[in-house]
């Protein structure tokens, strides 16, 4: 099966009835797989005049109960990030996916990147909260859609699952769970009447309940900050600090369900690898390689590659003097992870290994970069 | 006035005093718009109302429906994701004009295109009112405006006929002056079953009339009322006589199959059909005796597009699960879908593979010339490559062990079609290859390929292997 193949059938596995996209390489097959299957579940599939469109449809239809998705990749994701912002505004449940190709511009169409690890974050202005997924493997691409839907639906966030050209036109052999093994999770709706329904009153775990328009909660949206009964304000600074406040105190309270990382080795590491999405691969089959030479190297995977993983990532650095960041882009993680070290007060030196040309780092450049390290100490 | 209307059932009062300027002809749209739906007895939970930005975007604050207010030009793009999952609920649009003209056109096009059942109702108010009075698309000709201040040099767009032109099956134009007009156009536009287009002049005498001339709101009013032909009066008029007129009434009253309804309507089909999804499990074969998968094997298949060199390596992976292998698929490919150079890839591994590109291929099937020449100096020393020799005339030594058959040359003579050559190569490949078995390859294509083309792939497949056959004796 196909990585884009995986993530269709993943999406329709989560419960998504609503795709709308916009024909673009490497992502297009998700669109194809699903103007066939949507129909089938009783869903929505369209495609739409651009990527603008795609994603202000995706909120619409979320704000009115569906379950939401659109899927791109480089220039069509620029245009999501307008909408994107508003979503995570009006915290409107939704999922984007992102299959990197080469950039900047039209770039490198039909080959891999991880050059928009930081739009993923960033792309959209504003101070904004957003969680992002990586996926490593065919698997992952399912597995990681369906836990996408099932974060955006429980803190009412818009999830991003981010890949790459390789992942999404690899086919590996899998074995997918039976729909009823999957666990699928729903927005919380409103417990009171609609008179004293407010729907920015956060319950207890900082999200507020859901009531979607058609429901008899009659209520007002707007992207303009806004306090806990949807009233806009264009002056009044505590609202607007309460709100952006509690927009990422939602996502911070609740890292310990959030933040999903996998290691190896690190427990007497000396070296770490931090590696992500296709590449994750490549590095582990370097560690595994190192060790044999017994260099002591151990690997960190980010699986949410946002929110960083803070403190799980110290921990597997331990002691390690150098943490090394292999990446398909000009080391944009790698800035991310100095910054952690430094906030966890860590000493570690970080090495950069680099590849603009859209192509894998092998796991043989890695190894390489692993032996001057030890051999260099730093 | 058929009904009595108590505005304030169906007002947020709570968002009051609005934003609108004295003067400001939005909030008598407002109004219209109530008139229409308490007319049509509508419920309110039933009621989308959708904006983008601007002073025209706050007029779902001010309503007790739906309201939202999405982002800049959007709001028939948002509409239309609210429509498709929600198509009982009546969607009411309140744009501005350059929200809808500027920098929503495209939305404004594609809706109209598809009549997607909604009621968009423009309040053209000649400029960007918000920011202080810029010049917009309607802006008219030599019109001054802040960004315009020696007049505006593009000629305004006439949105009415875009409308139409584009396909809404509802189209009119009135002025905020007329009243009963604009509440009955609303009513027929929500009754229309498809995109509905109201254009409604609203005077802005900040940002627009005090730089044109307009000495109060009431001469703006004065204005809409005196300037303003009937349609069908209109028709009888000359070109030069309609100069500074505006022209109102329906321009498009026309009915045509709405899409959400078509939508639904394949939806049904594909349902009752029953083309539900196929069981995708891959029957795994048992290995004849003394049979072994190699450990690890890397294949390059190349050759230009069209020569079905991605399908090839999607059977041949799927041929490799049926063997028991871990398998990589991949495939890079140029932007021409047909003709340019491709190229997939596969790794087979009894191990978990963990670098999916091919560095040094095993195994390299070179379909054109080009592709030999890139390719084949990459080949593992001690390789196989095999070459159509249909197209690859020079073979220059590269350590391999190379196999030349004219695949094309057979696909066309012996079955017909050029379009299975690909199925000839995968038989050569089977048989070069010594692991991988003629029937996993023949279950892979039954799998792959539609029904109709299966007994002739299958027929290629045993051709381009007996054929091998005969090469390697």
Redesign the interface.
Request: some cysteine.
């Given at each position: 099966?196909q990585g884009n193949e995986a993530c269709a059938e993943g999406a329709i596995a989560a419960g998504a009835?609503?795709f709308?996209g916009y024909p673009i390489t490497p992502a297009t097959e998700i669109a194809e797989i699903l103007s066939?299957?949507m129909?089938?579940v009783?869903g929505?599939f369209?495609q739409?005049?651009?990527e603008?469109?795609?994603m202000?449809?995706?909120?619409?239809?979320?704000?009115?109960?569906?379950k939401?998705m659109t899927a791109t990749s480089g220039p069509g994701f620029t245009l999501i990030q307008?909408?994107l912002g508003?979503a995570a505004m009006v915290e409107a449940p939704c999922v984007v996916v992102s299959v990197q190709r080469g950039g900047p511009s039209t770039g490198l169409?039909?080959?891999p990147s991880q050059a928009d690890v930081m739009m993923a974050r960033w792309g959209t202005h504003g101070d904004h909260p957003i969680i992002v997924l990586s996926p490593s493997s065919v698997r992952e691409m399912f597995d990681l859609t369906v836990s996408c839907f099932n974060y955006a639906e429980k803190y009412r966030v818009p999830a991003i699952l981010l890949t790459d050209a390789?992942l999404a036109?690899?086919?590996?052999?899998v074995?997918l769970p039976d729909a009823e093994e999957v666990t699928r999770f729903d927005r919380k709706r409103p417990t009171v009447t609609p008179e004293e329904y407010q729907p920015y009153a956060p319950d207890e775990n900082g999200v507020p309940p859901m009531a979607c328009?058609?429901?008899?909660y009659?209520?007002?949206?707007?992207?303009?900050v806004h306090d806990e009964?949807g009233?806009?304000t264009l002056q009044d600074s505590t609202v607007a600090s309460r709100l952006l406040k509690r927009l990422h105190d939602k996502i911070e309270r609740n890292r310990a369900d959030i933040i999903r990382y996998q290691t190896e080795m690190t427990d007497d590491a000396e070296i770490l690898v931090v590696a992500y999405g296709?590449l994750a691969?490549?590095a582990?089959?370097a560690v595994i390689d190192a060790r044999k030479e017994g260099l002591k190297v151990g690997l960190f995977r980010p699986i949410t590659i946002w929110p960083f993983p803070d403190d799980e990532f110290l921990q597997a650095v331990g002691t390690a003097h150098t943490v090394i960041v292999p990446e398909m882009n000009i080391g944009q993680y790698a800035g991310e992870v100095a910054r952690a070290l430094c906030d966890g007060s860590k000493g570690s030196r970080v090495s950069r290994l680099t590849e603009l040309g859209s192509?894998?780092i092998?796991?043989e450049a890695i190894l390489q970069r692993i032996r001057e390290v030890a051999k260099n100490g730093h | 006035m058929a009904t009595e209307v108590k505005i304030s059932d169906y007002l947020r009062e709570r968002e009051f005093p609005t934003i609108w300027c004295p003067g400001c002809g939005h909030g008598i749209i407002l109004m219209a718009a109530i008139r229409a739906i308490a007319k049509l007895g509508l419920k309110k939970d039933d009621i989308l109302a959708v904006s983008g930005i601007g002073c025209s975007a706050r007029s779902p604050a001010y309503l007790d429906f739906n309201g939202i207010q999405t982002t800049h030009g959007r709001a028939i793009a948002f509409a239309t994701g609210m429509k498709l999952h929600r198509p009982d609920m009546q969607a009411l649009l309140f744009l501005g004009d350059g929200d809808c003209a500027a920098i929503g056109g495209n939305h404004f096009l594609h809706a109209a295109r598809r009549n997607i059942d909604m009621t968009v109702i423009v309040m053209n108010n000649y400029t960007y009112g918000m920011t202080g009075g810029q010049v917009s698309p309607t802006t008219p000709y030599m019109g001054i405006s802040s960004t315009t201040p020696l007049g505006n040099i593009e000629p305004e767009m006439n949105l009415c006929e875009v409308a139409k032109a584009a396909g809404a099956t509802f189209v009119a134009r009135t002025t905020a002056y007329h009243f009963n007009q604009l509440a009955t156009f609303i009513e027929r536009g929500i009754k229309n079953r498809g995109f509905s287009f109201i254009e409604c002049l609203s005077p802005c005498p900040t940002g627009f009339g005090r730089r044109n001339k307009f000495k109060n709101p009431v001469e703006m009013y004065q204005w809409l009322r005196d300037s303003t032909i009937p349609v069908s009066k209109a028709k009888t008029m000359a070109e030069e006589e309609l100069k500074g007129k505006i022209v109102t009434g329906i321009f498009n009253d026309i009915s045509r199959p709405e899409f959400v309804d078509a939508y639904i309507e394949q939806m049904r089909q594909i349902q009752e059909t029953g083309t539900a999804k196929k069981d995708e499990y891959i029957e795994m074969v048992p290995l004849p005796r003394g049979f072994k998968n190699p450990a690890h094997c890397e294949i390059r298949l190349s050759g230009s597009g069209g020569q079905g060199l991605i399908l090839a390596s999607v059977i041949l992976a799927d041929a490799a699960v049926r063997q028991g292998m871990k398998v990589a698929q991949s495939q890079s490919y140029g932007p021409e879908a047909r003709g340019g150079a491709s190229r997939s890839e596969l790794i087979l591994s009894s191990e978990e593979i963990n670098f999916f590109q091919v560095r040094c291929p095993d195994i390299l099937l070179t379909m054109t010339q080009q592709s030999y020449d890139k390719y084949a100096r990459e080949i593992k020393p001690g390789g196989i490559i095999v070459a159509d020799s249909t197209f690859v005339k020079e073979l220059p030594a590269v350590g391999a062990k190379t196999y030349e058959a004219p695949i094309s040359r057979i696909a066309i003579d012996r079955l017909g079609s050029v379009l299975v050559s690909n199925a000839v190569a995968l038989g050569i490949l089977a048989r070069v290859s010594r692991f991988l078995l003629l029937d996993t390859l023949e279950k892979a294509v039954c799998a792959q390929v539609p029904a109709n083309l299966r007994e002739l792939n299958i027929k290629a497949l045993n051709e381009g292997y007996s054929y091998a056959e005969q090469l390697m004796k």
């Open positions: 099966m009835n609503f709308a066939r299957r129909p089938e009783g929505i369209v739409l005049e651009d603008l469109a795609c202000a449809a995706v909120v619409g239809a979320s704000l009115v109960g569906a939401a307008e909408n508003y169409p039909t080959l390789l036109h690899l086919r590996e052999d074995i328009f058609g429901e008899g009659r209520y007002y949206i707007t992207g303009v009964r009233s806009p296709c691969r490549s582990r089959q192509i894998a092998h796991p | -």
